[in-house]
């Protein structure tokens, strides 16, 4: 699915150096293929928050060719951020009240760093959840990453994080 340059963001000049299919918004609206508006709520860490969102841009970018992906990236409140990292967000990335009001298609959430093991003691915790809510009524889809499935299945099933004696991939 080729991805749609709609706004000025950094990560599709990015890919299309790297060679993605990166369709400008001049040439995808002169084109009949159905659009799919993806959220991307980034709650990575300032290091890697554009690198994250690179990598999730170029995984959705490259299944088939039937459909434009329109990426939204955007941000909440409660996650801390270097002004740079801030600036950046202000600049290229919606907020959620945006989000809410254009609606989406489907959503991916990126995991996040947390201060303490207690989800609901995180500053970013009532937001999040203000998301999911909203997803959950409104969106086709959501697909969570790392911490992101942590707090979904804490607030749909109220099943707390464990620690474990070691990293577990896949099935236990």
Known sequence: MPIVAHNSLPAFEKLRQDGQTVLTLDRANHQD??????????LIPDSALSVTEQQFIRLIGSCNQIAQLFVHPFSISGLPRSKDTQEYIDKYYLDFDQVRREGLDTLIITG?????????????????????????????????????????????????????????????
């Open 112 to 172: 996040a760093n947390v201060e303490s093991p207690v989800l609901k003691e995180q500053r970013f915790w009532e937001p999040l959840n203000d998301v999911f809510n909203w997803a959950l009524e409104n969106v086709t889809s959501v697909l969570c990453s790392c911490l992101a499935t942590h707090a979904l299945i804490k607030q749909l099933y109220d099943i707390d994080r464990k620690p474990l004696k070691r990293k577990i991939w896949g099935g236990i």
């Open 33 to 42: 293929i159905r659009e799919l508006h993806i959220g991307l709520l980034n």
